[in-house]
């Protein structure tokens, strides 16, 4: 007789209520001739005495493509290390004392039970007990109007290994961006030396090398044409370029890009187009600097030598933003 792992469940632990049984299915404690499945509703034959319920560990949630646990926020990986979001445009990364709702805090009341996967339609979206202990901490952080793939740590162990991570470059994150001009050659890097202001709302570039007074950064950015887009009516073009940082200092992509003639298109810190005093002015009309975290990846702080890597597609706004150049709508 062939049914569902969760009928199996159920007949092997009778007095188990079906919601429980489910999440442990979901957690990844129920194990069948050896192998952890986890769909509630796989059909197999009778397991007999191969099927066991594991131990009550915290194990990697099966997220498939992504939970959607808040509008501007899905969560793409969760055990008890890690957890891998991809944050919409319009959202900070982590809390501010201007503004309590963050990626962070909306993944910690996830967590904690006050929030749920808005997807009601699929099987299994509410989060099991066993990852409600689980306290999410910054590890890196995206601007507010940059969209796309982050990570946060789940205990301060492995916040200490993503960060060392971070200062040895080995954390690779790719970043897709849409920009004014057309660069000089189809691939390249770009090396400065950036000095935050005094408000740290903005950086400059500064002719600076690493043993001068001051607190210049070095900033390494690696850039990749994917594609261009003349504008209509002769007003240049819109290049697509891949961008993998060496280094993640504030604003850097923004920055660097500008000095190199690039502008983000959207960018208001770093476009001189979109500086005038009525509007948005510069040559195509976009709510917010178009630049999307497309990929991280990292070696788990809990399992070494095991990399894994994500990626997060470009948002409904950066598509539209695409295709309108592809038919030469802007």
């Given at each position: 007789m062939t049914a569902p792992l969760l009928h199996w469940v159920l007949?092997?632990?009778p007095a188990t209520p079906k919601s429980r049984a489910k999440q442990w299915i979901l957690a990844g404690r129920v194990r069948v001739h050896g192998a952890i499945l986890r769909q509630p509703h796989q059909p197999i034959p009778d397991p007999g005495d191969a099927l066991d319920l594991l131990d009550r560990h915290v194990r990697t949630l099966d997220c498939g493509a992504g939970w959607q646990i808040h509008p501007r926020l899905a969560l793409?990986?969760?055990?008890?290390?890690?957890?891998?979001?991809?944050?919409?445009?319009?959202?900070?990364?982590?809390?501010?004392?201007?503004?309590?709702?963050?990626?962070?805090?909306?993944?910690?009341?996830?967590?904690?039970?006050?929030?749920?996967?808005?997807?009601?339609?699929v099987a299994g979206k509410?989060?099991?007990?066993?990852y409600r202990d689980l306290q999410p901490l910054p590890v890196h952080r995206l601007d507010k109007h940059t969209s796309g793939v982050f990570c946060l740590a789940m205990n301060p162990a492995a916040r200490r290994h993503l960060i060392e991570q971070l200062k040895t470059h080995s954390m690779r994150r790719e970043y897709v961006a849409f920009v004014e001009g057309r660069p000089a050659a189809p691939q390249g890097t770009w090396r400065h030396w950036l000095e935050l202001s005094a408000d740290e709302m903005r950086q400059r570039i500064v002719a600076r090398t690493k043993d001068a007074a001051g607190n210049a950064e070095?900033?390494?950015?690696?850039?990749?044409?994917?594609a261009e887009y003349p504008l209509a009516g002769g007003r240049g073009c819109v290049t697509k370029l891949r961008l993998r940082l060496e280094t993640g200092r504030k604003h850097q992509i923004r920055v660097q890009a500008a000095h190199a003639g690039l502008p983000l298109i959207g960018d208001r810190a770093y476009h001189p187009g979109y500086r005038a005093r009525h509007g948005a002015g510069g040559r195509v009309d976009f709510s917010r600097q178009a630049l999307h975290a497309e990929s991280l990846a990292l070696?788990?702080?809990a399992r070494p030598g095991t990399r894994l890597t994500w990626t997060a597609p470009l948002p409904d706004d950066l598509r539209r933003l695409e295709t309108a150049l592809k038919a030469g709508r802007i």
């Open positions: 007949q092997r632990y793409l990986h969760l055990d008890a290390a890690l957890a891998v979001v991809n944050k919409g445009p319009g959202l900070i990364a982590v809390p501010a004392p201007d503004a309590r709702l963050s990626a962070l805090s909306i993944l910690a009341d996830f967590l904690a039970g006050r929030l749920k996967a808005r997807d009601r339609s509410s989060l099991p007990a066993v070095e900033a390494i950015t690696h850039y990749q044409v994917l070696e788990h702080p």
